[in-house]
């Protein structure tokens, strides 16, 4: 009978002392559970920060390139605008060029507008712009005498040509008017008519000099009028 209770008490132990271990073990396996699902949470953390920063970075990126993107564009824009303007405007200096041309030799070849006034027998001796010059300038209150002295002057001016140009002044015409659409005071047709030059001229000699004489006379001195 002593037996049995020594034997039951020490399976008793032994069975408290399975349980007692049975029961650290899993206090331990639970602890290492927990630990493990910590570790396993604060990685999981630590990845949706790490992706976080990466799409930031990414997102950063696209505007950034987004923006250079804009800048180029406007730039390019820009760039192309200038461009146009510059060829417009070289197109229309060229096209005014060409009209401006075609102006000149349509006026060119129209010729000399007619003079339809009365010739005085004084000027019979003359002919073409010379012979409109001397009864022009008759009618201008000067007298025959003058002539000479206009023909002279005129004569080195012009060569009593209505074309006559000087590139280098722009002076233009019988009278060398500088510039020369001042004879438009006289007539639309300043480029074509002599009687418009010449009643230019004959005035622009009354108004400084008086007569055609007084004109010549300083031409001779100084070499214009």
Avoid at 103 to 119: D, H, L, M, S, Y
Avoid at 124 to 129: A, H, I, L, T, Y
């Amino acid at each position: 009978m002593k037996r049995l209770r020594t034997t039951g008490l020490r399976v008793a132990s032994v069975v408290l002392l399975l349980a007692g271990l049975i029961g650290g073990v899993a206090v331990a396996r639970h602890q290492d559970a927990k630990q493990t699902a910590a570790e396993s949470a604060a990685e999981t953390e630590r990845l949706l920060v790490a992706r976080e920063t990466e799409h930031a970075a990414a997102r950063a990126a696209r505007e950034e390139a987004v923006k250079d993107a804009a800048v180029k564009a406007e730039s390019v824009a820009k760039t192309a605008a200038a461009g146009a303007r510059s060829l417009d405007k070289a197109q229309a200096k060229a096209v005014a060029a060409a009209k401006a041309e075609a102006k000149r030799k349509a006026e060119e070849a129209a010729g000399p507008v007619p003079f339809n006034g009365k010739i005085p027998a004084s000027c019979d001796e003359f002919s073409g712009s010379r012979q409109i010059g001397c009864a022009l300038m008759l009618s201008s209150g000067f007298k025959i005498a003058e002539f000479p002295c206009l023909n002279e002057l005129w004569d080195h001016e012009s060569g009593w040509n209505y074309k006559a140009e000087n590139r280098s002044s722009g002076a233009y015409g019988i009278p060398q008017s500088l510039p020369g659409d001042k004879m438009a005071q006289f007539g639309a047709d300043w480029k074509t008519n002599p009687a418009t030059q010449i009643k230019w001229g004959l005035s622009y000699i009354k108004g400084r000099y008086k007569t055609p004489c007084g004109a010549w006379n300083n031409f001779q001195e100084k070499g214009n009028y």
